[in-house]
């Protein structure tokens, strides 16, 4: 089955403790996106790459970190979280041909509900 | 300000009424998006259309897309209890085809049809 899939789907942690939240996707996308969404804000995307070791800052990138070592896998780095940083995160993947990326529908992960006390 | 702005916020209306949702933006676009989101889950594809269309329909979903008041709207026509959930559109900031990977959700419009 076609799916990205994100991990943990939940977690509390603390202030400046260091967390990865996965990212997976079984359906050869070149071009993966992390978003979050806030009440009130809608979905604003952190971070983006349009390939293996092509990542590009969105709209909010600041506290966080991503990588692209594998076509599949897109991991988000929080180095040292803050409270403010408390949202509901997704991971979204997509072909990227024919182009533009908005040309192509996005499949998006369940999410990960991420609270940092 | 946001690229994509859906209004109303909120939507309430009865099983079997038509449900409209209106999304502006404030750049010139390859392509609109329109996706679904039920509560707590993953944002679904609805359908898309391209700069240089006017309408399209899949099924019980009209999208329009006026390109010079930069607006679009869905139409989901006969409305079900199941249709129940946020509305959100979705576009680039690009134009030309040029294969930007930003992409812009507005806030989403929260659909509620009551049986």
């Known amino acids: 089955e076609a799916q990205v899939t994100q991990n943990p789907r939940y977690l509390i942690t603390v202030t400046g403790k260091k967390l990865t939240v996965t990212c997976s996707q079984n359906?050869?996308?070149?071009?993966m996106s992390w978003y979050r969404q806030d009440p009130g804000l809608g979905l604003r995307q952190i971070y983006y790459?349009?390939?293996?070791?092509?990542?590009d800052k969105g709209d909010v990138p600041e506290g966080y970190k991503v990588s692209r070592k594998e076509k599949r896998n897109f991991p988000l780095i929080l180095e040292s979280p803050s409270p403010n940083q408390t949202s509901l995160y997704f991971c979204?993947?997509?072909?990227?041909?024919?182009?533009?990326?908005?040309?192509?529908?996005?499949?998006f992960g369940d999410g990960t509900r991420l609270s940092i006390l | 300000s946001q690229q994509g702005e859906e209004d109303p916020q909120a939507l309430s209306i009865q099983e079997g009424e038509n449900a409209t949702m209106n999304c502006s933006y404030k750049?010139?676009?390859?392509?609109l998006q329109w996706y679904r989101q039920n509560s707590g889950r993953g944002l679904v594809h609805l359908i898309l259309?391209?700069?240089?269309?006017r309408e399209k329909h899949s099924g019980r979903l009209r999208v329009t897309l006026d390109t010079s008041k930069k607006s679009s709207s869905l139409l989901i026509t006969a409305s079900r209890a199941a249709d129940t959930a946020s509305y959100f559109c979705?576009?680039?900031?690009?134009?030309?085809?040029?294969?930007?990977?930003?992409?812009?959700f507005g806030q989403g419009t929260i659909l509620t049809v009551h049986p």
């Open positions: 979204a993947s997509s072909s990227k041909t024919p182009g533009p990326v908005s040309n192509q529908p996005q499949h």
């Open positions: 359906m050869n996308h070149e071009y």
């Open positions: 790459s349009m390939n293996v070791e092509v990542t």
């Open positions: 750049t010139s676009i390859n392509n």
């Open positions: 259309i391209r700069s240089n269309e």
């Open positions: 979705a576009t680039d900031r690009g134009a030309g085809g040029t294969s930007y990977g930003k992409l812009t």
